[in-house]
C-alpha cells in the first residue's frame, strides 16, 4: 500500500511539474550579427565602446521563410574607423600608465553601431549581457565588471541606447552625440558627454551669422535628433534677431535620389547665399556629390561639427574644437592587418587587395583568359589582387591616417581618460570615506554600474600634454569651439585654418572672437558675401511689406513729402512738424525757406525803380503844370482837381514799395489803406474832372463828402480788425510765406467796391461826355484811361488768384503800377505834348470848342487838331 501511494505521489508531481519545465524553458529568438574588437581575458574592469565604423546596414529582402539573421553592415568609414583606433590606442595608454590605475588592466569591447539604432541596441543589449548572446535583463557573463559605455556615435544612436542604459544606472560617456535632448536627466539620468551641447554650436553659428550681417539664410538639417534640435535652437535664435529662413530642407536617412534632388533644386532657386547644415557626413555626402554635378557654387556653407573634417565632404567653415594626441599615429600606422576581422576589412578596403589566398585564387580566374583549353600564366604565379600585409599604410595619407585635425578624435581620447580617472577614484576610495551608504566604497573587482556612475559625474582631471582640465557640469562640458576655414593651400589642397573661436563659459560679450582677415571666401574673394532678400533701406526710405512673404523681402518706399527716416531699414517715416520740411533726400528735417518779396532781390530792386520812376514822372508833371500854370490848357481844367489827381498818383506809385519787405505791422496798415485812399481820391478826382452835364457837380459834392466817410471806415478797420503778418504754411509746403493778413474781409471788401464805383462812375461819364462839343478834348482821354484801367485790373484778377507768395504781391504790384501808368499817360501825356513840344497850340482861342456844320456833321472834339 505504501509502495502503492508512492508511486502515485510521483505521478502527480510529474504531472504538476512537467508544464511549469516546459513554461520555464529559455529559447534564443535571434543571433546578432556584430562586429569589433573584444580583450576581457584576465582582465581587471572591462570598458565598452561603440563606433559607427560602417555606414550602413546591408539590405535583406524581408524573407519571411527563414530563420532571422541579423543583418551586416556595408560602406567601411575610415574617420569612425580612427575613433575606434584612438579608444584602442587610450586604453593601451592607460594600462602602460603608474599613476593611472596601477594595479588595474583594462580590457574592452568594442562593438560597431553600423551608423544604425537597431545596431546600436543590439550592441547595448550584447554588451550588458556579457556575452555574443543577448538576454534582456540579465547578466550572464562571470568575468570582469563593466565600467562604462563610450558611445555610441550619433545623436539617434546615443538616445536609443541611453534609454535602455539608463533602466540600470548605467554610464555612458558619448564623445559625438551633441544633440541638446539629450541633456535632460530625467530621460537620460546616466549619460555624460565630452562634447559640448549643441545649444553651445547653435549659439556660435547664430552668432556668426548675426556676426557677418547675413539676414536671408537657408537650413539643411539630417532627419535624427541631432539634426532637427540642432537647427531648431539655431532658427530660434536667429528669427528672434531679425533674420529670415530662406528654405528648410531634412535630409533623408534612407537614400532617396528623388528627395536629394529636390533639395538640389530648392538650393538652386533660393536667392540665399548661407546654408546652415546640421548633419553628419554620412547623410550629407550625398546632396554634395549631387550639388556638384548640377554646378552649384557661389554658397557659403556653415558646417556643424559633425562634417566639418570629414573626407567625404570639402567645402566650407565650421566650428569644433581640436588637439594633438602624442603616439596617436604611430599606432594608427603599426596595424596588424591579420589581428581581426575588423582590421583586415579596413586593410582590403584601403588598399583594394584581398588577405584571403583562396578568395583571389578564385578572382584571378575569374579574369583569366584561357589559351588553347589552359590557364595563362599570370595565374600560375601570386594572383593578382592578393594583399602582402606589407603594404604602407602613411603612403595614401588618406583620412584614417591623418591627425591634423583631431577633434571627434581627442573627444575619444577624453571619454576613455573620463571612464579611466572615474575608476582611479573609486579604486583608491579610502574605507570609512566613502560616498555610499555607510561611508563605504566600492570594489574595483566587484562594482555596481551606479557605484561607479557616481565617480563619473564627479570627475574631475586634466588630460595628458594639453592640460586641458574636464569635468562634467550635469552631465555636459563647456562649449568651446574653434572656427576654422576651408582653405587651398600651395599644394592646391584642402587645409583647416582656424579663424576664430567661441567660449560659451564667457561673458555674453566675449564669447566670439572672429578674425575676418584670415578668411577666404568663394571665389578667393576677401569680403564677406551678401545674403540677404532685401537690401537694406536707407535713410529716406520705409520698408513696405511684402504680402505673403518673410519679413525680410520688403520694398524700399520712399518717405512722403514732409516726412523723413533717418536710420536703415526704418519701418514708419516722421512727420516733420511746425516750421520743418523735408530735404530733398528725406533724410532730415530742415526750416522751411522763409518767402517775401525782399528790396534787395532782383524783382525787389526792379519794382522800386519802376515805382520811384512814376512817382518822379508824376512829379515832374506837375511841376509842369506848375511852370505853366497861367497857361490856358491848364486853366481849361480845374487845376485843384489836376494837381489832386498828381498827387493821389504819386500816392498810388510810393504806396506799391510798402508791399516790398518783410511783413510788419505798421506796413501791413498802411499798403492797402493807402492803395484803396489813393485810388479813391484820383477817382473822385477823375469824376470831378469830368464834363459839367447837369448831374455831375451834384454828384461830385455828394462824393467829396464821402470821401470823408472812407476815411473814417478805414480808420474803424485799422482800430478793430487792423491787417497783421502771418505765417502762411499752407500755400507752399516747403516754404513759409511771410504776408498780410487782412484782418476784416468784409472791410476791405467793402472799401474796394467803393473804388470800383466809383471807376464806374468816372467811366460812364467820361463816355456820355465824350462827344461834347463843349468842353476840350478831356472826356475821350478819360474814357481810355478808365479802359485801360479796368483792363489792368479785369486781368489782373485770375493773374492774382493763381499766383502763391512772393509772386502774388509782385501781381499786385504791377497792377498798382500799370494801372497808376496808365491814367497819367491817357490823361496826362496830350497836355504835356501841347506843353512841351506844341507851345504855339497852348491859346485860349483853341481851347474853345469849334461850332457845328450846319450839315449837322461833327468837326471833331480837338480843335487844337485843326490848328494850321
Not at 565598452?48 to 519571411?64: E, L, Q, Y
Not at 538640389?264 to 546632396?287: E, G, M, R
Not at 582590403?348 to 583568359?369: G, I, P
Not at 565617480?455 to 582631471?461: E, L, M, Q
Request: hydrophobic share 40%.
Amino acid at each position: 500500500m505504501d509502495i502503492k501511494l508512492f508511486f502515485l505521489g510521483l505521478c502527480a508531481l510529474f504531472c504538476i511539474f512537467r508544464p511549469l519545465s516546459a513554461q520555464s524553458t529559455c529559447k534564443l529568438k535571434a543571433k546578432f550579427n556584430l562586429g569589433g574588437y573584444k580583450d576581457v581575458e584576465k582582465k581587471t574592469v572591462v570598458v565598452g565602446g561603440m563606433f559607427p565604423v560602417h555606414k550602413r546596414v546591408a539590405s535583406n529582402k524581408g524573407n519571411t521563410s527563414s530563420v532571422p539573421l541579423s543583418s551586416g553592415c556595408v560602406g567601411f568609414n575610415f574617420r569612425t574607423f580612427r575613433w575606434a583606433q584612438t579608444m584602442l590606442f587610450a586604453i593601451k595608454e592607460i594600462n602602460a600608465r603608474d599613476d593611472l590605475l596601477p594595479k588595474t588592466d583594462l580590457g574592452y569591447v568594442i562593438y560597431d553601431s553600423c551608423f544604425t539604432i537597431s545596431k546600436a541596441v543590439e550592441g547595448t543589449l550584447t554588451y550588458l549581457t556579457g556575452q555574443d548572446e543577448a538576454v534582456p535583463n540579465y547578466r550572464c557573463g562571470d568575468g570582469a565588471p563593466l565600467a562604462a559605455l563610450v558611445g555610441a556615435g550619433g545623436s539617434d544612436l546615443s538616445i536609443a541606447t541611453a534609454r535602455i542604459l539608463g533602466l540600470y544606472h548605467f554610464p555612458q560617456v558619448s564623445y559625438c552625440s551633441t544633440c541638446s535632448a539629450l541633456k535632460s536627466k530625467f530621460q537620460f539620468p546616466t549619460f555624460l558627454r565630452t562634447i559640448p551641447n549643441d545649444e553651445h554650436q547653435s549659439t556660435a553659428m547664430a552668432k556668426m551669422v548675426l556676426h557677418f550681417g547675413w539676414t536671408w539664410v537657408g537650413s539643411i538639417a539630417a532627419d535624427d535628433d541631432y539634426g532637427k534640435y540642432g537647427i531648431k535652437d539655431f532658427k530660434d535664435q536667429v528669427e528672434q534677431a531679425g533674420v529670415c529662413i530662406s528654405f528648410s530642407e531634412t535630409l533623408p536617412k534612407v537614400h532617396s535620389p528623388e528627395a536629394i534632388q529636390r533639395i538640389v533644386q530648392t538650393v538652386i532657386d533660393s536667392t540665399a547665399k548661407i546654408i546652415v547644415v546640421f548633419s553628419s557626413d554620412v547623410d550629407l555626402s550625398p546632396l554634395i556629390s549631387e550639388l556638384l554635378r548640377n554646378n552649384v557654387t557661389n554658397r557659403t556653407w556653415i558646417a556643424s561639427e559633425a562634417w566639418i573634417t570629414s573626407a567625404l565632404i570639402s567645402r566650407p567653415p565650421g566650428v569644433s574644437k581640436q588637439a594633438d594626441i602624442p603616439g596617436l599615429q604611430h599606432h594608427l600606422l603599426n596595424l596588424d592587418p591579420y589581428a581581426d576581422l575588423l582590421t583586415e576589412e579596413f586593410w582590403e578596403t584601403l588598399f583594394n587587395c584581398t588577405l584571403d589566398y583562396s578568395k583571389a585564387m578564385r578572382m584571378a580566374k575569374q579574369r583569366a583568359t584561357y589559351v588553347n583549353g589552359t590557364l595563362s600564366r599570370t595565374v600560375t604565379g601570386l594572383p593578382d589582387g592578393l594583399c602582402t600585409g606589407q603594404e604602407s599604410v602613411a603612403q595614401l595619407n588618406n583620412t584614417y591616417s591623418d591627425i591634423s585635425q583631431l577633434r571627434i578624435t581627442y573627444s575619444v581620447y577624453k571619454a576613455v581618460y573620463a571612464v579611466a580617472n572615474a575608476l582611479h577614484n573609486l579604486e583608491h576610495c579610502e574605507p570609512g570615506k566613502g560616498p555610499f551608504v555607510g561611508k563605504t566604497c566600492a570594489d574595483i573587482n566587484n562594482f555596481e554600474p551606479w557605484q561607479l556612475m557616481y565617480y563619473v559625474k564627479n570627475v574631475r582631471f586634466k588630460m595628458p600634454n594639453t592640460g586641458e582640465e574636464i569635468f562634467f557640469n550635469d552631465g555636459d562640458v563647456d562649449g568651446f569651439y574653434d572656427i576654422i576655414n576651408w582653405q587651398v593651400n600651395n599644394n592646391g589642397e584642402i587645409s583647416y585654418v582656424t579663424v576664430g573661436n567661441y567660449n560659451g563659459s564667457a561673458a555674453p560679450e566675449n564669447r566670439m572672437t572672429i578674425m575676418n582677415d584670415s578668411i577666404v571666401w568663394n571665389n578667393d574673394m576677401l569680403e564677406p558675401p551678401r545674403s540677404v532678400c532685401s537690401e537694406n533701406c536707407q535713410p529716406g526710405t520705409r520698408k513696405g511689406i511684402r504680402q505673403g512673404e518673410p519679413v525680410c523681402c520688403f520694398d524700399c518706399i520712399p518717405c512722403a513729402d514732409g516726412e523723413i527716416s533717418n536710420t536703415t531699414d526704418a519701418r514708419e517715416c516722421i512727420l516733420c512738424t511746425g516750421d520743418f520740411w523735408s530735404n530733398a533726400a528725406h533724410d532730415a528735417c530742415v526750416p522751411k525757406l522763409i518767402e517775401f518779396l525782399a528790396f534787395g532781390e532782383p524783382l525787389g530792386i526792379t519794382l522800386i525803380a519802376i515805382s520811384a520812376f512814376g512817382a518822379l514822372v508824376t512829379i515832374a508833371v506837375g511841376v509842369l503844370f506848375i511852370m505853366h500854370i497861367g497857361t490856358p490848357l491848364v486853366k481849361a481844367n480845374d487845376t485843384l482837381l489836376s494837381f489832386s489827381l498828381l498827387f493821389s498818383l504819386v500816392v498810388t506809385f510810393l504806396c506799391s514799395i510798402v508791399f516790398l519787405g518783410e511783413p510788419q505791422h505798421w506796413s501791413c496798415m498802411t499798403s492797402q489803406v493807402a492803395l484803396a485812399l489813393g485810388f479813391a481820391l484820383c477817382l473822385s478826382s477823375i469824376i470831378g474832372c469830368a464834363p459839367p452835364i447837369p448831374e455831375v457837380d451834384r454828384l461830385t459834392r455828394a462824393h467829396q463828402r464821402a470821401i470823408a466817410a472812407v476815411a473814417i471806415a478805414c480808420t474803424v478797420w485799422l482800430i478793430v480788425l487792423p491787417p497783421q503778418p502771418v505765417k502762411n504754411t499752407s500755400g507752399q509746403n516747403i516754404k513759409i510765406i511771410l504776408e498780410c493778413d487782412q484782418g476784416s474781409v468784409v472791410f476791405i471788401c467793402c472799401i474796394f467796391a467803393y473804388d470800383i464805383l466809383l471807376a464806374l462812375l468816372a467811366f460812364i461819364f467820361a463816355f456820355i461826355a465824350r462827344k461834347l462839343e463843349d468842353y476840350v478834348s478831356e472826356a475821350k482821354c478819360l474814357t481810355f484811361s478808365m479802359l485801360v484801367f479796368f483792363i489792368v485790373w479785369i486781368s489782373f484778377v485770375p493773374a492774382y488768384l493763381s499766383t502763391r507768395g512772393k509772386f502774388m504781391v509782385a501781381v499786385q504790384i504791377f497792377a498798382i503800377l500799370a494801372s497808376s501808368f496808365g491814367l497819367l499817360t491817357c490823361i496826362f501825356l496830350p497836355k504835356c505834348y501841347i506843353l512841351l513840344i506844341k507851345p504855339d497850340r497852348n491859346k485860349e482861342e483853341l481851347m474853345k470848342p469849334r461850332p457845328k456844320p450846319k450839315d449837322g456833321t461833327s468837326t471833331g472834339t480837338f480843335t487844337i487838331a485843326n490848328t494850321p
